[in-house]
C-alpha cells in the first residue's frame, strides 16, 4: 500500500531548462548522438497511426506524408542535439515549462476542399531522471487559428498527464 502511495505521488519533473538536452549536442566519441527518443504506449500507437495515413481523418495522405517528413527531419535535429526550444520558437516552443512541443510546419499549407489546414504537434519531455531521453508524449492535431485551440489545450492537457503517469510507473 505505502509503494502505491509513492508511485501515485511521484511526478513527472523535467530537465532544466526545458529544451535543454535537445538544443545542446552531446556527442559520443564515435560521432553518434547521446539522445534517445523514448515513446509512451500512447504516443508510439499515434506514430504507427501518421505511418498509415490515419492519424487525422480530415488529413490526406499527402498531408500525412509531408507532416511525417517534416516530423522525422525535427526528431532526427532533436536528437542530434541541434534543435533550439524557445518561447515563439518556429520548430519549437516549451509548455508551461515542462514539456516541450514539436512544430513540423510544411511551406505553403492550405486546407482542402475550403477548410483550414491541420496543424501536427508532438508534445515531448525531456525527463530529469533519465539523461539523454528524449520521451514522445502525445501526436496531435489541431486546426490552424484561433479556432485550434481548445484542441490544443486538450492535447497539452493529455500530454502532461501522460507525463506524470509515466513518470509514476
Known amino acids: 500500500m505505502l509503494r502505491d502511495m509513492q508511485l501515485v505521488e511521484r511526478r513527472y519533473e523535467p530537465a532544466r531548462p526545458v529544451g535543454a538536452r535537445c538544443g545542446f549536442a552531446r556527442i559520443y566519441d564515435d560521432g553518434r548522438p ?3 527518443w523514448n ?3 500512447e ?8 505511418w498509415d495515413n490515419t492519424l487525422d481523418p480530415l488529413m490526406s495522405e499527402t498531408e500525412h506524408a509531408d507532416a511525417r517528413e517534416k516530423l522525422t527531419q525535427l526528431l532526427q535535429k532533436a536528437k542530434n ?3 533550439i526550444v524557445e518561447v515563439g520558437g518556429k520548430e519549437a516552443v516549451p509548455i508551461q515549462w515542462i514539456i516541450a512541443e514539436l512544430k513540423p510546419f510544411i511551406e505553403g499549407r492550405r486546407g482542402l476542399f475550403g477548410r483550414a489546414p491541420r496543424l501536427m504537434r508532438l508534445y515531448f519531455g525531456e525527463p530529469a531522471a533519465r539523461e539523454q531521453m528524449l520521451l514522445a508524449l502525445h501526436l496531435a492535431n489541431k486546426t490552424n487559428g484561433d479556432e485550434g485551440s481548445e484542441e490544443q489545450d486538450q492535447a497539452i492537457a493529455e500530454s502532461i498527464a501522460r507525463a506524470h503517469r509515466w513518470a509514476a510507473a
Do not use: H, K, P
Open 34 to 36: 547521446r539522445n534517445e
Open 39 to 41: 515513446w509512451v504506449s
Open 43 to 50: 504516443a508510439r500507437s499515434e506514430m504507427d497511426s501518421l
Open 81 to 83: 542535439g541541434t534543435l
